[in-house]
């Protein structure tokens, strides 16, 4: 398993909507780095940084609200918490 982090909204979004598991989510001084796991994020990442990833709106769109809903609730996701909602897209 890959482990990436990024405090990079867009490809946190990217990265959720693509239901690779946010496996922790930490915010300090008004930044929030969040951290994904899988097997094959970094062809994702290639995607996004390529310029070759398409979306549809609508499902971008709600995985921003939902990022966002993470970053500004103060939630902390941490490694073994449990932080099942999480994974997948599910919330």
Sequence with gaps: MTNIQTSEFYLATWLYMKQVPLTG??????????????????QLISEF???????SVHPFTRAQREVKAIMYSGTTIQPNNNNEQYKKGAI
């Design 49 to 55: 940084y390529s310029e070759t990833a398409t979306v």
């Design 25 to 42: 989510h930490i915010r300090e001084n008004n930044r929030s780095i969040f951290t994904f796991q899988s097997d094959d994020v970094d």
